[in-house]
């Protein structure tokens, strides 16, 4: 399993901005994973071996790894901010400074839109 999507293209065609839940899952050592939006991405300075699960959820801005709250973990540049998809085209991407090989990213969101 080498090869991986850096980036992917998802569509919001609700009538509203969807946040997005991304679980890394490891299967090696990785070093400082990174989610990234077109607005800007959630850095995580931790070390993750095989098995780890790290989750990273824009609705709650928490992070955790293995269940375990990581909020002290973050670089202080990251911003939950950017991590919600607008309506239209979104981009979304993951890397690591070690490691992005070995992980299994899946991104989550729930599309929402307005009553009547």
């Not at 980036?7 to 989610?35: K, Q």
Request: hydrophobic content about 40%; aromatic content about 10%.
């Amino acid at each position: 399993r080498d090869a991986f999507a850096e980036t992917v293209y998802l569509d919001n065609d609700g009538d509203t901005d969807a946040f997005c839940r991304a679980v890394f899952t490891a299967r090696g050592e990785v070093t400082n994973p990174r989610l990234i939006t077109g607005n800007g991405y959630v850095r995580v300075l931790a070390a993750l071996a095989g098995g780890d699960v790290l989750v990273i959820d824009g609705r709650d801005k928490s992070v955790t790894i293995n269940g375990n709250n990581a909020a002290n973990k973050l670089d202080k540049a990251s911003s939950f901010d950017g991590i919600v998809f607008s309506v239209g085209t979104n981009s979304i991407g993951f890397t690591a400074d070690v490691g992005a090989n070995l992980l299994d990213v899946y991104v989550y969101y729930n599309k929402r839109y307005i009553g009547v």
